[in-house]
């Protein structure tokens, strides 16, 4: 499982040269708790056409984040990992890219705790 989740982790980020670093979980490029913004929009934009997959995506990872942080409760991660899907699925996608990019950015725009 853990091995399958890391294979996903790469290919689905790669794009955006935002990966994450584990088992820290932060950004291997801008240090922020992963996903990062550039990563949050790398991935719903390419999940744009299936939400409902970004966020099983988004929950997998969350899972493998719980095990390898155990000091974070488990709350705090689901926001990082997976909450911010949730109000992307709440905006319909739409057909123009801009309107679309713009609803990315204001939806990922999500404050993190760090602990
Ligand atoms: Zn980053």
Do not use: N
């Amino acid at each position: 499982m853990k091995r399958s989740v890391d294979a996903a982790a790469q290919r689905q980020v790669s794009g955006s040269g935002h990966r994450p670093a584990r088992p820290g979980w932060d950004c291997r490029d801008c240090y922020q708790p992963w996903p990062c913004p550039p990563a949050q929009v790398h991935l719903a934009e390419s999940y744009e056409a299936d939400r409902p997959g970004l966020a099983v995506y988004m929950a997998t990872l969350y899972v493998a984040a719980v095990h390898e942080l155990p000091s974070i409760p488990a709350g705090l991660l689901y926001g990082q990992f997976v909450a911010w899907t949730r109000a992307l699925a709440r905006r319909p996608a739409t057909p123009e890219g801009r309107q679309l990019t713009r609803e990315i950015h204001q939806a990922v725009h999500i404050p993190r705790v760090r602990l």
